[in-house]
């Protein structure tokens, strides 16, 4: 059965250090990879997907089908990343599975 | 407030009480789903709706009942809930199944 993870429930960083939240994702076909965010006290939203292969607000993840991960970078954090992201993947039934989510602290 | 709404925001009830959650999108969407999200598992797709009829029901419990009248409303009926079931209820929308979804706020549900 498909299913995502993130291991890490917490992770903090300094702001303008380098960030990366994993995701690894287990499915027998040709995934489809996303990730959303929930900011403090607004609701979950799309982050991006790996399939427009786009940078949205620094934040860039590669899709890596050996390894089954498809972790979100961003070279230099910000405190307005502070957030609550998942992980999702899309089935063939065209559903969502979501991770457990990663909370990023980026601290001053 | 556009987009998604769901009300009510908080409900309480009790287990023999009968209540009903709802989604409301102003998107022009023909997809519409329940999601759960409790403190200790990941977001849970509970029900899917695609042009008012329903396309998934993720083994959900029968005290759980959704209802579809039209593409841009959907209800939740709840009734002998159990403490376990307290939660957040989150409904989406999307323009097609599988298409980018935009959630609602959330209903926080507390089952005493």
């Known amino acids: 059965a498909q299913r995502v993870t993130q291991p890490e429930k917490l992770l903090s960083v300094f702001k303008g250090a380098p960030v990366e939240l994993k995701c690894n994702y287990s499915?027998?076909?040709?995934?489809?990879l996303f990730w959303y965010v929930q900011y403090s006290r607004q609701r979950l939203q799309l982050l991006l997907r790996?399939?427009s292969r786009e940078s949205i607000k620094g934040f860039t993840a590669d899709l890596n089908k050996g390894e089954t991960s498809f972790h979100l970078k961003k070279p230099f954090a910000q405190e307005e990343d502070s957030a609550m992201y998942y992980c999702?993947?899309?089935?063939?039934?065209?559903?969502?599975?979501f991770g457990p989510g990663t909370r990023l602290s980026v601290l001053p | 407030e556009t987009g998604v709404t769901q009300t009510p925001r908080h409900l309480v009830m009790g287990m023999t009480n009968k209540k009903s959650l709802k989604c409301e999108q102003h998107?022009?969407?023909?997809?519409m789903y329940w999601y759960k999200q409790s403190a200790k598992k990941p977001l849970e797709l509970m029900f899917v709706?695609?042009?008012?009829?329903?396309?998934e029901n993720n083994s959900v419990p029968s005290r759980f009942s959704p209802e579809c009248p039209n593409s841009s409303h959907l209800f939740l009926h709840l009734h002998t809930l159990q403490p376990e079931d307290s939660a957040l209820y989150l409904c989406?929308?999307?323009?097609?199944?599988?298409?980018?979804?935009?959630f609602g706020p959330g209903t926080r549900l507390t089952v005493l």
């Open positions: 989406a929308s999307s323009q097609r199944p599988g298409d980018t979804q935009y």
């Open positions: 499915y027998s076909g040709s995934p489809e």
């Open positions: 790996h399939i």
């Open positions: 999702a993947l899309r089935d063939y039934g065209q559903n969502f599975v």
């Open positions: 998107l022009g969407h023909n997809a």
């Open positions: 709706y695609n042009f008012k009829e329903q396309t």
